[in-house]
């Protein structure tokens, strides 16, 4: 669990080398066990335990993302991904699979994650996930999460959520992008019968506040919100707010391709779900030895820079396998590797915006 927790970005063998190189002490490759063990034991490792440790991971570093917040709320960015993988599910090989997570932007950790098939709807699993989250929380979405059924659970269950809307399915947005006004109320109606009994929810209709948004770049962006107070949440703030939820595709690009989670380590479903649930750990530890480090540190952090993250997985991969598993070398070279990510930065320029050109995603594997 130690080295899948560490990320795991070369072969097994070579993954299993690398601990117990650590733990001898030696600055080499050690062969003490083959990548067939490690395959028969993963099996008695349930993917929930994984699941399960960055819950308490993140209940020990409440204090640091607590101060992460929005006029009083926590922001949730919700977003779901595909992945391109190979597992084997008897004798067939699904090539497809969808994740979706849910992330505190500005602590920069992932709060839960979940893995589903391909054929998986990204609204199901949204409310699925409801319940990772509190009352306190302000749920950022984009517009494929968009209609009345997911406004109506949301505030139903008495969350907040800010999303991008447009006008194709709302007559009130429709209405509203035609008035030319700033911002304003606005009634959605009840979900359909079938809906309500699928969610359990009541046939009641959802009030809710348009804004109208207006990007650097002269684009014009209908956000909709459970955010009703104009006094406490004034409008000129939501465009940051929404903007916000890119951070939740930073940190599927670094848990793809930063940490090859699509590199499979195994060919079964479960390694799939294990790999996925410790690379999820694997980036918010990263995250959280980084911040926790900067408090300790007397250098104020700049506030237009933020660790390269990229360089933070090659700094602790040597070691972080040994400082998990107690080993004293590793811990007394943990101090270094810190030092290291602190000064190792990336600059970070506010306003700044490209084009996305239409194109298909690449993908590596």
Known sequence: MAMMIAGMCTSVQAS?????????????????????????????????ALRDLNDTLLQLAAPLIDTHQWHGLRVVAADGSRLRVS???????????????LFLPGA????????????????QMLFESLDATTENDLLVLDRGLIGNTIAAAITQQKRHFCMRVDASGYACVRKFLRSGAAE????????????????????????VRLIRDV??????????????DAQRFPAETFGALYHRRWRVEEAFKRVKHRLHLEA????????????????????????????????????????????????????????????????RKCLKKLKTALDLIINTRCRIQTGRSYRRPPRVKPHAY
């Open 16 to 48: 299993i080398d690398d601990m117990f190189g650590q733990i001898a002490g030696e600055g080499i490759r050690v062969r003490a066990c083959s990548d067939r063990a490690f395959s028969k034991a993963r099996r008695g490792v349930s993917w929930q």
């Open 184 to 207: 304003t109320t606005a009634e959605l109606k009840p979900p359909c019968r079938p809906d309500r009994i699928s969610y359990a929810l009541d046939n009641t209709p959802t009030p």
């Open 264 to 327: 499979v380590s195994g060919l079964t479903y479960l390694a799939l779900q294990q790999d996925f649930a410790a690379k999820v750990l694997a980036d918010n530890l990263h995250t959280l030895l980084a911040s926790a480090h900067q408090g300790a540190t007397d250098t104020p952090e700049p506030v237009n820079s933020r660790p390269n993250r990229t360089a933070a997985f090659g700094a602790l991969a040597p070691i972080l396998v040994g400082c998990l598993l107690n080993i």
């Open 215 to 228: 990007t650097p770049s002269g684009t014009v962006r209908v956000l909709m919100t459970s955010l009703l």
């Open 108 to 123: 920069e950790v992932t709060l839960h994650a979940r893995l589903g098939s391909h054929d998986a709807c990204e609204r």
């Open 87 to 101: 597992t084997r599910r008897g004798a067939d090989l699904a090539a497809d699979h969808y994740a979706f997570a």
